[in-house]
Every structure is written in C-alpha cells, then in structure tokens.
C-alpha cells in the first residue's frame, strides 16, 4: 500500500509536513454506519486550518482526489483499494461549540447530536427536530439534513465558514446559500464551522421533544443493523416519499446476499450479514427498475456511493 502511494509525486513533503494523525491502512468499514468499504491511499485527520490547507494543496500536487467524512453515516464505499485521500475533521480544533445569546457556533467536525443536546441544556430550541439522525454538523449542512416532516438544518444557518480545495477560508453568510432539498450548493467548500439562530425555551421542554422525537424514530427506523439511513430521496411534487413508494413495490424484506431492504423501513437498507458494496448497490438498482415499472419515477440516491 505505502509503495504504491510513494509513486505519487510528492509523497515525502506530505510525510513530513503534516502534523496530524495519518494512515496508509485505515479501512473505511470502521468509519461508516454501513461497515462496508475498503483502504484510501491515504486517509488524514488534521490538527488544524493550517493543517488542513497544507494538506489540500499536497494532495492536489500529487493528484490525488480528497474526499471529506464526517460521521460516515451516509456513505457505500467499495472495497479493496480506493483511490483517494480521506480526510476527517476530528481534532479538538474542528469541535468547538460556543453560546453568543441565541446563536450557537459550532465546528464542523461536531456531533450533530451531541450539538443538539448542549442545545438543550442552554435552552436553545430549533435543532430538536434532528435528534438521532447520525453524523457530523458539517455533514448535515452539506446534504441540509432533516426529518420528511419538519425543517431542514438549513433553516437555521445565518453563515457558514468553508475552506475551498486550494486551502482559502471564506465565510458565506445566509444570503449567499442556497439551501434547497437535500442541498447545500456547498460541495465544492470544506465546511469548518456554522453559525445557527435559535430560540429560547425552557430546557424540560426541548429534552421531553427530544425523547419523544427519538422514540418516534426508533419505531419506524431500523437501528438493528448497519445501514447508511435513508438511501433514496423523496420524488419531488409527488404524492408518496421514496418509503412509501418501495413499499407500495412489496420491496420490504427484499434481499441481494448479505444486504437486505429493512422489513421495518423500506428506504432503509440494512447489513444483514456481511453484506458487500456490490450486494448494496445491486439491490439499489433492483429497488430503482421495480419502482419506476410501477410508479414510472426513477428514484435518485440520498447517500454517497465511493466506487
């Protein structure tokens, strides 16, 4: 593995100019909720800006394509070797949380339900509605995550603080994103930290929300096994979600190998046993045909496919 990436231009500057902790053998199974992929050539978690800039330029001297990972909670990452450099915002530096009055500013590299609970107990009241879906704050924003039936985290950002692929800093403010459906415009930034505005509440309130939002989850969602959360997103302007629609197909309990569609949610796909990328996305494309010879709607992917 080191002596196929070391054919890479600029391998000894990226050894010994970056301060943070990296790795030519990290299995990508071990950094997502599905437990599927493989080895990035190189896979980096950075101390700081500085940290982070440098290693964006050096990676893109040698090209080599970066791919960001939040919590992995929305990836199928093939096996074997993936050729690219895997970075994750898990220094303290990329988790800082502080309270302005209402607006709470968090980094990147947050839990977005840990973010969500400090929330709470300072009685802030807005990001309730997301308690449970997993993942990093970065990775929320950059998909504008949220519950079918309550609002998107883009809701409530007022600016963002992004690092761009050549290492600048920029800070977008509300104005300027664009937030629509399961986007963020954000793709081509690094997202550092957010600035969200909230509500005061009293803390009972929003925790008894809390519990009662996880609970409701919990009963409709499939926790039991790895999975990557909702695969398809929802057909716009249409009467069904993508759920309903896999549904109303007899899809549930459909399986390929070791994936499986989850008995308990349809747009849910589960790692039964041992499932492999190839069973996962053979399964995809299964739910996708059957869908569209019923409904006549091709479903488009939630989650990001690395393969």
Known sequence: MEKGFGMKKGFKRIITSLKGRLSFKERLEDHTTFRIGGVPVVWFEP????????ALRLFRGAKIKTF???????????????????????APFFKRLEFRNRLAVCGGGCSLSGLIKRCAKKGLFGLDGLYGI??????????NAGPAKDKPIGSLVEWVKVMDYAGRVFVLKRVKLKFKYRYSGLSKYIILEAGFRLKKRRPDLIKKRMRDILRKRSAVLDYGFPSAGCIFKNPPSFKYTSGELLDR???????????????????????????????????????????KRYFGIWLEPEIKIIG
Request: no cysteine; net charge positive; aromatic share 2%.
């Open 47 to 54: 101390v700081s800006l500085e940290d982070l800039a440098r």
């Open 68 to 90: 960001i990972i939040g919590g992995g909670s929305n990836i199928l990452a093939k096996e074997g070797l993936i050729d690219m450099a895997v970075i994750r915002l898990s």
């Open 134 to 143: 997993p993942g990093t704050v970065g990775g929320a924003i950059m998909m």
């Open 249 to 291: 197909s007899g899809l549930k309990g459909l399986r390929v190998n070791g994936a499986q569609v989850s008995a308990k949610h349809a747009n849910f796909i589960i790692n039964k046993k041992d499932a492999r990328f190839g069973d996962v996305i053979a399964l995809i494309e299964l739910e996708r045909i059957i869908v």
